[in-house]
Structures are given as C-alpha cells and as structure tokens.
C-alpha cells in the first residue's frame, strides 16, 4: 500500500525469533556474507566498548556509542556496491570496518596521532578513507547529505554508475540540510541512498520532539523520493532494503529515504534488567539465523570473541603509544601551500616569541 | 565586466571538461545579471544548471561534485544570500582539505555579486567579504576592472584552493577596458599600483577602487600626491605591496563599503601598524560604510565614495 504520509510507512523485517528469515529477503544473502556480516558486527561491538572505556577513563575525548545499532550500520554498507561513496556520522565506525578501514586506522584517529590520515586534527569520530571512497564528514548534523547528493548527482552527470550512501540520525531531519539534500536529490534524480537511523534520541530529545510527522520515511513522499522503514536491528532485513534502494538509484529512478528503527544497546541493557528478553539485540538476532542454519557453533563464537578481543587491544595499544603530530603541522593543509601569514606564524610557534 | 567573467567561464569550460556551473537562473536565462548567458547553449545542462533555490543546498552539493572530481563553479544571486550557504562554505568548504589530512580537498569557485550602488537595498547590497577572510582555508578575490575580472577568474579557477570570488556588480556594466582574449591570468595574491604618489597610501578594491581613483584626482588639485593601490585578491592579501606603500608615503587611509567595525580595513591597519608602524607620519584612517544595514534611500550616504575618501586623505596628509 502506498503510504499517504499521515500514517507510517509499513515497517520491513526479516528476521524472526527463532532464527528464521523471510525468504523475500534473506534469498540473495549467501552463507559466506551472512557469517561476514555477524563477525562485522561482533568487531564493531567490541570496537564500541573500548571506545566507551577509553572514553570514560578520559583517555580519548568523545565517543558517540554505535552499540545496538550495528546491523543498520553494517547492513546499509553491505547493500553498496565497491565503487560506491559512503559519508558517514559519528557513529559510523562499523561502515569504515566494512570497507576495509583496519583497526589501526581508527585508533589513531580516535587518539589524534600523527599518524592518523586526518593528521590528529578532528575529533574521535570523524572517519574518512580515501581509499575506500569514505569521504571526510564533519560531525556537524546534517551538512554530509548534500555532499552525498553532490556526488551522486556528479557521477549521474558523467554517466557512471556510482552511488553514495549517507548516514544520519533522527536529529538531522529536523536540519536544512536534510531538507534541501533531498529536495535536490529528488530533483537531480541523483543516485543516493539516504540512511536515518531513528533510534527514538537526538541527545536529549525523544523523536516526538524533532518531528510531528508520521516516522521518518514519509519524509521521502513529499521529495518525490522512495521511503522505505525497516527493523534497523535485523540485518537481513536492511542489507535487503538497501540493495534494493542501490538497484532503484543505478536504474535511474533516484533516491530512497530508509529509516532504520534501531535500540541503543543501554536501552536494551536496561530491558534486560527489567526482565525482558533483549530480542532488539542485532547480534544475538542475527547469531540466532546462523544457528538456525547450522552456520554456527559455540566454539566459533569463542574463536571469534577471542580474536576481535586481541585485534582490537593490538590496535588501540599501538595506537595510544603512537606520537602525537608535531606542532609546526598545524599550518600544513589549511591551503595547498602556506600563505604569508601562515608562515609567520609557524615561525611564531615555533620560536616562542610573537613577531 | 560582465562580458569578461563570461569570457573566462567560457574560456575555462572549453579547455577543462570539469568545470560546471550551478545556481539559480544560471542556465537559459543566464544568470540575474546576465554573466552566464550563452553558456547553457554552448554546453547544455549537464554543465549549467538551474538548481532548486537554495544556497546551502547549491554550495553543498557542489561540494559534493568537487570531491567526486568535477571543478563546481556555483552562482550566488547576491552575495546577500550567502549566509544560508554560510555553514556549507566555512564550516565545509573551508576546512575539507585541513580536516582530511590533504586528502579531500574540494576545489570550488563561488562567485557572487556584491556591494551596493543598484537601489537593491538592505538585502541586494551587502560586501561579507571579511566573513569569508577571517575563515582559514579560503581565498577571497574581487577585481576593480573587466580586464582583472577574466584574469582573476581564470587564476581562480587554477587555484588549488577553493576561492570565493566577489564581483562588484555597481560596476558590472559601467567598467570597460580592453580585455586579452583567450588565454590571460592574473595572478592571485599580488595587488595591483594603479596610481602612483608620495603623499598618502590608499588601499581600495573593487567599485570602490574607482571611488579612491576620484578621491586621488581631487587630493592632486589640492596639492595631495596619493598612491592607489588595488588589493584585488583580497585574502591572501598581498601585504609586501602594502608595506612598500606606506613605508614610501608614512600615510594609509583604508576605503571599503563594508562596515567600518570589525571590517577588512581593521585587519590592514592592524598589518601596517605590525610591520611599517615607524614609517608611520599620521594615524591610519578608514572610510567605510557605516554600522548600520546597508540602506536603499540613502546608499549614496552610506557608500564611501570620493567626496568622504578626500577629506580623510587630506586630513591624514596634513596631520
């Protein structure tokens, strides 16, 4: 039934309680990336956790926890293509993991090291990878879609088939950024999947105070755009949407708007506690599909505990050991090469005394 | 001048498939002040194109073009809607090279009219130049004459960082001189002496430069020799030439449309007091427009023009 938009879009789901999965989506998903999928996630909770230690112990400065949320964000970046761009938000650090982004990377961005490609210059959070086609996202809310409609909108002017997927949380649509990047991708048909994750909070806000409209995805209706709810902790059920919203963006059609309805996991941490079963956890879900299939053993699960344990401490040990950028590179990349006063002022820092 | 932006775009747009334009009426009918026209017919709408009429949208979806690899070169109707743009160019644009380590930078041009002078009002004349200059990572240009306009532009365009280049529109149409044709680039970063002289330093760009030029006529009839000088890029700006100035005349007086506080006149006399203070025979002055919004009924009070810029220079050549 095509929505009105004065109610809300129907939400998708794949996966069932008892490890089963519709068929309609979970027939593309071969056994190999089922597993790829699972052992993301598992790395990116681990990620996540140590993140938030650090974080708490005042060894990094800021964390934007993603714990909870991993299926939305693995699955949107399983549902691209290679060649595709991915702009990502803070909580994003399991799409950088997907494309390949190692461990290392994102210690030292996550330390400000002089190693990190971003030169220590932002805080922990803002991932890019050039080589990967992560491009550089501010943390500011909302200003990455129209970048994303730019690329797309460019590789649709020079015929390749290129598509960008951008995330974003409930809190961005209240921005005009959202609107007038989907406004333009509506316009420009460009080929972008535009990837809410409503998690029912921007910061202190319940989403019943960034927007009176029925959910998220009835936004796309209004944009002349495709808008698509889905379960943001079954992963089978968004890698499926997000494939399909690439396809409708490389036939030509344009855009899709996917909210992806996602628990934080403190909220599922505090369901437990109460006494309800945590069936909103992606991991356990999607762990429950493996085993249904017989793709799974307990021994496997403990290998893989085990191993992202090691890898994650190898990587933000060295990371946090790694030096911090020397002072004079402050100057370096503000423009390709250094203007007069940048040059003085080098010399400034470097001598002690102002000119 | 008109005619010599639309020269150099459609100079640059034949020799550098990258290079698109995008902004509101910017395709068929070729621009509010008519600086693209033409350009649709020749290259199609692949490659000028009428946007949806958003600023922040136009400068950050060129954002998004220029990281994918084309060469953006958006259109801002008047320089006074650029604060809904404002977020994209400072918080974006400018620091995308900085922020990713080198890795992603994102060369764009964004061109805009402004200043005052055309009965546009509060909201039709505005100069936001020193916004733009006090931002790390972007380069600020307006040219005084045709011939600098297409040479600029075109350096612009060459540049690797993004520029924001400020065309005075009093004088898009009153402003001829001859142009080179084809290939010609001024080089960013160097003002221009236009007007030699002993007594006092006058720095101006854009229509006020020929506000200063008047000024000078007149301060030589009263005995006052100035030396004008065109900063013409305005960030990085081209300090060397200004110092030299003033260490010659010992006099400055600082002419620009855009309120006197906080405006760019206030950071050049902060450069001359730094680097040619004991060369210094009399305060530095400024005539600026006033803190106030630009005014429609009275923007030839407002305006800095000649007949305030020559008091101020007599009054800082006879200190």
Request: with cysteine; charged share 25%; glycine share 10%.
């Amino acid at each position: 039934m095509q929505a009105t938009g004065s109610e809300p879009m129907p939400l998708v789901g794949a996966l069932q309680d008892d490890g089963t999965a519709d068929p309609a989506h979970a027939a593309a998903l071969s056994d190999e990336l089922a597993v790829a999928l699972y052992e993301q996630m598992v790395l990116s909770r681990e990620l996540d956790d140590r993140l938030v230690a650090l974080q708490r112990e005042g060894r990094i400065a800021q964390h934007a926890s993603s714990a909870g949320e991993e299926a939305a964000i693995v699955g949107a970046a399983a549902g691209m293509l290679d060649e595709d761009w991915l702009f990502l938000g803070p909580r994003e650090a399991a799409a950088a993991l997907w494309r390949g982004t190692p461990l290392l990377a994102l210690g030292h961005q996550a330390f400000g090291s002089a190693e990190d490609a971003g030169k220590g210059r932002s805080s922990p959070g803002s991932r890019f990878r050039k080589s990967a086609r992560i491009a550089s996202s501010s943390p500011l809310v909302g200003t990455q879609i129209p970048h994303a409609v730019g690329v797309a909108w460019a590789a649709r002017l020079r015929g390749k088939d290129v598509a960008a997927l951008v995330f974003f949380g409930d809190g961005a649509t209240s921005t005009g950024d959202f609107h007038t990047g989907l406004n333009f991708a509506g316009v420009t048909r460009a080929p972008v999947v535009a990837f809410c994750r409503n998690n029912g909070w921007a910061t202190s806000m319940p989403a019943s105070r960034q927007t009176s409209s029925a959910g998220l995805a009835v936004k796309a209706l209004a944009y002349g755009l495709e808008g698509v709810c889905v379960d943001g902790s079954d992963i089978v059920a968004v890698l499926s949407v997000v494939r399909g919203a690439r396809a409708r963006a490389s036939s030509g059609l344009g855009a899709t708007l996917v909210e992806a309805l996602t628990t934080p996991l403190t909220s599922l941490t505090q369901a437990e506690s109460e006494g309800t079963r945590s069936t909103r956890d992606p991991i356990v879900r999607m762990r429950a599909y493996l085993e249904a299939r017989s793709l799974w053993t307990g021994q496997r699960e403990q290998a893989l505990r085990g191993e992202v344990r090691a890898d994650v401490d190898r990587a933000l040990n060295a990371a946090e050991r790694a030096d911090k950028p020397a002072p004079r590179s402050l100057f370096d990349d503000v423009y390709e090469q250094l203007p007069w006063n940048l040059r003085e002022q080098r010399e400034t820092l470097s001598s002690g005394t102002e000119p | 001048m008109v005619q010599a932006i639309n020269d150099a775009l459609r100079h640059e747009m034949r020799r550098d498939d990258r290079v698109v334009i995008l902004g509101e009426d910017v395709g068929r009918a070729g621009g509010a002040f008519r600086v693209t026209q033409g350009l649709w017919d020749e290259f199609g709408d692949a490659r000028v194109i009428d946007t949806p009429l958003s600023e922040g949208g136009i400068v950050g979806t060129a954002i998004g073009m220029a990281l994918y690899g084309l060469l953006p070169v958006p259109e801002i109707q008047f320089a006074d809607f650029i604060y809904s743009a404002f977020d994209q160019i400072v918080s974006e644009l400018a620091k995308l090279r900085w922020r990713s380590g080198g890795e992603y930078p994102a060369k764009v041009v964004v061109r805009t009219p402004v200043g005052g002078g055309i009965r546009g009002g509060v909201y039709h004349s505005q100069s936001p130049e020193s916004l733009f200059i006090h931002t790390a990572g972007l380069k600020v240009v307006c040219p005084s004459n045709p011939c600098d306009a297409k040479g600029l532009l075109l350096a612009s365009l060459r540049d690797p960082d993004p520029v924001l280049f400020l065309e005075p529109k009093r004088i898009y149409r009153a402003a001829r001189g001859e142009v080179p044709e084809g290939e010609f680039t001024v080089p960013l970063g160097k003002a221009a002496v236009v007007r030699e002289g002993q007594d006092v330093t006058i720095l101006a760009w854009g229509a006020m430069l020929h506000e200063a030029v008047a000024a000078a006529d007149d301060a030589g009839k009263e005995g006052v020799s100035c030396e004008v000088v065109d900063l013409r890029t305005l960030w990085p700006v081209d300090v060397e030439t200004i110092v030299a100035s003033v260490k010659k005349t010992g006099r400055v007086v600082v002419v620009h449309e855009a309120p006197k506080t906080c405006g760019f006149g206030a950071e050049l006399v902060a450069l001359v007091n730094e680097k040619a203070f004991v060369h210094l025979e009399a305060p530095p002055a400024r005539v600026c427009g006033f803190d106030t919004p630009f005014p429609y009924s009275l923007e030839m009070d407002y305006l800095p023009l000649a007949r305030r810029i020559l008091p101020a220079v007599v009054g800082v050549a006879r200190f």
